[in-house]
C-alpha cells in the first residue's frame, strides 16, 4: 500500500507527522508493506509550513494513478479579524491558493480512481470542498470550519473521523492519530491498529461516523 501525504505552502505540519508516522508504523506490524512519501502537486521540492514553522521536503509528485491512499493536510495561519477580512497569512487564504496550482486536479483523478482512497486532516477536507470535489458528501474539518465547510454543499458532520467510502476525513490537528489508526484498521485490520496504538500509547478518541444503522431519534 503506497500513501502519498501532501504539502503545500502553508501546512499544517502536525496534519502530515501524525498520519504519516502512524501509517510507517503500520508497515512494521503488518505482512502486506506500508510505503509513505511526502509530496506534492509540483513534484520535488521544499515545501514551507504555515506560520514559518518549519518547511518538509516533497521527494516526490502526487500520482493518483499509483498512490493507494493519498492525505490531504489542512493549513496553520492567522485566524480572520472580526471585521471580516482576510489575511494573506490566515489560514483561509493559504487554503484558497491551492485552488491555483495542479493540486485540485489530481485529487479529482485521486477520487475518480476504483480504489483509491483520499482522507484529510483538519482544514484539508476544505480544499477539496473549495475545488467542488465533495459536493453532496459527508465530511467534517476543524470546528471552526464547519459552517464554511457546509456552505460548499458538504453534508458537514461534528465528527472526529468520517468515512465515506472513498473519503475519509478527520476534524482537528490532533486528530491524525486517530484517521492514521483508523485507516490502519480499516485497510490492514484491527491487529495491526491495536499494535501501533500500543507503540505510540495512543488510544483512538471517538465513534468513526458511517452513514449506516438507525438513525438518532433524538438530537443532542
Known amino acids: 500500500m503506497l500513501a502519498q501525504f501532501v504539502l503545500f505552502d502553508g501546512f499544517d505540519p502536525l496534519d502530515v507527522i501524525a498520519p504519516y508516522e502512524v501509517l510507517a508504523a503500520g508497515g512494521a506490524f503488518a505482512d502486506r508493506g506500508v510505503e509513505v512519501e511526502l509530496v506534492s502537486a509540483e513534484g520535488p521540492r521544499q515545501v514551507p509550513s504555515g506560520l514559518g514553522l518549519l518547511s518538509l521536503r516533497a521527494t516526490a509528485r502526487l500520482e493518483p494513478d499509483r498512490a493507494d491512499l493519498v492525505v490531504v493536510p489542512g493549513a496553520v495561519g492567522a485566524l480572520p479579524d472580526g471585521a471580516g477580512d482576510v489575511p494573506e497569512d490566515s489560514i483561509p487564504a493559504i487554503l484558497a491558493r491551492t485552488l491555483d496550482t495542479p493540486l485540485p486536479g489530481l485529487l479529482k483523478q485521486a477520487l475518480d480512481r476504483p480504489g483509491r482512497t483520499v482522507a484529510t486532516v483538519c482544514g484539508g477536507s476544505m480544499v477539496l470542498a473549495m475545488a467542488g470535489l465533495i459536493g453532496g458528501r459527508t465530511a467534517t474539518t476543524n470546528q471552526l470550519g464547519l459552517a464554511a465547510l457546509a456552505a460548499t454543499g458538504v453534508v458537514a458532520v461534528d465528527a472526529r473521523v ?14 491524525g492519530l486517530d484517521l492514521g489508526l483508523y485507516l ?10 491495536h499494535a501501533v496504538e500500543r507503540l505510540f500509547a495512543h488510544e483512538r478518541r471517538g465513534t468513526v461516523w458511517r452513514d449506516t444503522g438507525s438513525v438518532p431519534t433524538v438530537t443532542v
Do not use: F, M, Y
Not at 468520517?162 to 486528530?175: E, P, Y
Open 184 to 193: 490502519l484498521e480499516r485497510e490492514l485490520g484491527p491487529r495491526v491498529a
Open 162 to 175: 468520517v468515512d465515506d467510502g472513498n473519503l475519509v476525513t478527520a476534524s482537528s490537528v490532533t486528530s
